[in-house]
């Protein structure tokens, strides 16, 4: 599969809104435009649908991420190394000792030049932390991983 091949990804966001929709896959072009030779890992988990860009097929060389969750339709790009980056403009959120991320509500006031080098710099981590360069593939889609059940929103 490809950036081209969003049919794995459009099974897993049939529950979602299409305002949502279309703000994740506009994201995903975004990311994949910029890194076209890195992979994508699908988790259909079951608080949220989060998907990110690797050089490989592990979850720690990650270096972009995208999550939406299956009650509040929030929607997070992150980073899965954020805490390793610079943020000079502290737009990230996160306390946690890892992952960092903005929450996107509008696809119009993304900001896209400052995500840019913020990705730049988490690619260049990322790439550091692959050991071994049999390890790196190209432009896949795989899905890691399906939870059965899945948390829905509640109905008033």
């Given at each position: 599969m490809?950036?081209d091949?969003?049919?794995?990804?459009?099974k897993?966001?049939?529950?979602?809104?299409?305002?949502?929709?279309?703000?994740?896959?506009?994201l995903?072009?975004?990311?994949w435009?910029?890194y076209?030779k890195?992979?994508?890992?699908?988790y259909?988990?079951?608080?949220?649908?989060?998907?990110?860009?690797?050089?490989?097929?592990?979850?720690?060389?990650?270096?972009?991420t995208i999550?939406?969750?299956?009650?509040?339709?929030?929607?997070?790009?992150?980073?899965?190394?954020g805490?390793?980056?610079?943020?000079p403009?502290?737009?990230?959120?996160?306390?946690?000792?890892?992952?960092?991320?903005?929450?996107?509500?509008?696809?119009n006031?993304?900001?896209?030049?400052?995500?840019?080098?913020?990705?730049?710099?988490?690619?260049?981590?990322?790439?550091?932390?692959?050991?071994?360069?049999?390890?790196?593939?190209?432009?896949?889609?795989?899905?890691?991983?399906?939870?059965?059940?899945?948390?829905?929103?509640?109905?008033?």
């Open positions: 490809s950036k091949d969003t049919s794995a990804l459009l897993f966001l049939k529950p979602f809104p299409p305002e949502i929709k279309e703000t994740v896959l506009w995903r072009d975004f990311v435009t910029l076209p890195t992979n994508e890992l699908i259909d988990n079951y608080n949220a649908l989060a998907f990110g860009w690797s050089p490989t097929d592990r979850q720690g060389h990650a270096f972009c999550a939406v969750g299956r009650t509040s339709f929030n929607i997070h790009f992150g980073f899965y190394w805490n390793q980056i610079a943020d403009e502290k737009k990230l959120l996160g306390k946690g000792s890892q992952y960092r991320y903005i929450l996107v509500k509008d696809k006031e993304f900001p896209k030049s400052y995500m840019k080098k913020l990705m730049k710099e988490a690619f260049t981590n990322s790439m550091l932390k692959v050991k071994d360069p049999k390890q790196i593939m190209e432009s896949k889609t795989i899905v890691k991983s399906i939870s059965a059940a899945k948390r829905t929103k509640k109905k008033a």
